[in-house]
């Protein structure tokens, strides 16, 4: 049974992290390039806010309660990029030490070790 719940588990984070957009979107941000864009990322939480305070809103003048699950998905995809936009400085800054420290060994003709 703990091996059937594990197996189930691999299988639907392998498909939220390939087709979901906003998997998509930050995995593509992770990488050297993307890794700039990642504080003007944080500005698409705003509209995944909004969207889950229309939800409420909804809900509250009797919408149907399954837009709940709605509102914490919003909710969830917000936070996501609201933290990846300090992540990111983080990461970027890291990335051009890195690159800073191995074009100086390279000019030194000196051998690369990690």
Known sequence: MFRLLWNLSIRVRLFLRTY???NVLLDALRTRRGLKWGVPAMLLAV???FGAWLLTVWIADGGPGWLNLLVLLFI???LKFLVFGPLSLRLLARARLRER???TRAAHGMAFSD
């Open 101 to 103: 420290r191995d074009s």
């Open 47 to 49: 509209p995944y806010l």
């Open 76 to 78: 969830w995809n917000a």
């Open 20 to 22: 979901m957009p906003t």
